[in-house]
C-alpha cells in the first residue's frame, strides 16, 4: 500500500496509534456477551425491544479510512434513489452477511468490491467496532480499514448513486455531531445527525461514526 508515504505522515501515524488502540481487535461474536452492542437504542432505549423482538439479521460494513495529502479522510457512498430500503442515504459500503461469507470482514470486503468495486487487495483491517444494533433489527459489524489511495473505484449504479470522502478530524469532533428528530412508526425518534456541506449524514451512519469517534478519542494520548 501506498498510504504509509503520504506527505503528512504524523496525522496517519496518530491514527494508526489510536486505532491499535481503540479498536476491536476481533468481532465479537452476535450471541457473545461482551458484544454490548450500541444502537438506535442508545437514544431511543425503548427501540431495543421491537429490535430484539427477532433473531438480528446480521450485516457488516467496511469503514474506509484513507491518507491523503492534506488530511485522513473517511470514505462514505450515496445509495441510488431508485432502491426500495435506505435509497439516497449515506452509507458505508456494505450488506448483509451470507451464509458463504466466512467472517464480518470477509462480508464487508466483498460488499466494498460489489458496490464501490474496491479491490480486497487494497484495503488493510485495522480493527473493529462495537457492533450496531439498527431499529429494524440488524446488527451490523463495522470494520475499519486502511484504503489504499490510489486505489481505482467503480461505483455500480443499481447501488450507489455517489461516493465522497470527510475529513476524519472533522467527524471526531463531537461539535459537528448534532441530535435531530423525525417521526417514525408515528412517534417522533431522535438520531444523531452529522451535516457536511450539502451531505447529511444521519442514522446507522451516524451512529458508527460517533462509536468511531468514542473508540478513537478514548486511545487518545491524555
Not at 18 to 41: C, E, F, I, K, V
Amino acid at each position: 500500500m501506498t498510504a504509509a508515504l503520504s506527505p503528512h505522515p504524523s496525522a496517519l501515524e496518530a491514527f494508526l496509534a489510536r486505532a491499535a488502540a481503540g479498536l476491536r481487535p476481533d468481532p465479537p461474536g452476535p450471541l457473545d456477551p461482551t458484544s454490548n452492542p450500541r444502537g438506535d437504542h442508545d437514544l431511543e432505549p425503548d427501540v431495543l425491544g421491537a429490535a430484539l423482538a427477532r433473531p438480528p439479521r446480521l450485516a457488516a460494513v467496511l469503514v474506509p479510512v484513507l491518507a491523503r495529502p492534506d488530511s485522513v479522510t473517511v470514505l462514505f457512498t450515496q445509495r441510488a434513489a431508485h432502491l426500495r430500503d435506505h435509497s439516497g442515504q449515506i452509507a458505508f459500503p456494505g450488506g448483509k452477511i451470507d451464509p458463504a461469507d466466512p467472517s464480518p470482514l470477509a462480508a464487508a470486503l466483498r460488499e466494498a468490491e460489489e458496490e464501490i468495486g474496491l479491490a480486497r487487495a487494497h484495503v488493510r483491517p485495522l480493527g473493529y467496532l462495537d457492533p450496531y444494533l439498527s431499529g429494524t433489527g440488524f446488527l451490523v459489524t463495522p470494520v475499519v480499514g486502511l484504503v489504499d489511495p490510489a486505489a481505482p473505484l467503480t461505483l455500480n449504479p443499481d447501488e450507489v448513486a455517489d461516493a465522497f470522502e470527510v475529513p476524519l478530524a472533522f467527524l471526531l469532533d463531537l461539535a459537528n455531531h448534532a441530535l435531530h428528530s423525525r417521526e417514525w412508526r408515528g412517534r417522533q425518534r431522535r438520531y444523531y445527525a452529522i451535516p457536511f456541506g450539502e451531505r447529511y449524514i444521519w442514522g446507522v451512519t451516524a451512529g458508527i461514526v460517533r462509536n468511531l469517534s468514542d473508540r478513537l478519542s478514548e486511545a487518545a494520548p491524555r
